[in-house]
Nanobody, 124 residues
Framework: QVQLVESGGGSVQAGGSLRLSCVGS????????LGWFRQAPGKEREFVGV????????NYADSVKGRFTISRDNVKNTVYLQMNNLNPEDAAVYYC?????????????????WGQGTQVTVSS
């Protein structure tokens, strides 16, 4: 079992930055793949980015490349999503999710555990 708790959401103006945190318990996050997703009202949940397990590879959705960065603090068992140059289209509930089985590149075959989400609001 892996428990995930997100925090760090809030309200910012366009062009601003936020850093979301995903704290894990029950398992060391360096042994799982950790993805970030978001869901805006009336829209389907969409992939934002993923950090592979021990290798630490990252992959991002085209819409956030160059603006968002995923990193991990193994001591704190926490994964971060640094979001820069936010725009109103980034407003959503953001979720982290862990996958315990993954492919040869370390990317998850599926996401098994999800956090409760944290709200991000961006005003123009």
């Amino acid at each position: 079992q892996v428990q995930l708790v997100e925090s760090g959401g809030g309200s910012v103006q366009a062009g601003g930055s936020l850093r979301l945190s995903c704290v894990g318990s029950g398992r060391t996050l360096s042994t799982v793949a950790l993805g970030w997703f978001r869901q805006a009202p009336g829209k389907e949940r969409e992939f934002v980015g993923v950090l592979s397990g021990s290798a630490g590879r990252t992959n991002y959705a085209d819409s956030v490349k160059g603006r968002f960065t995923i990193s991990r603090d193994n001591v704190k068992n926490t994964v971060y999503l640094q979001m820069n140059n936010l725009n109103p289209e980034d407003a959503a509930v953001y979720y982290c999710a862990a996958g315990v089985t993954y492919n040869s590149l370390g990317y998850p075959l599926r996401y098994d555990y999800w956090g409760q989400g944290t709200q991000v609001t961006v005003s123009s």
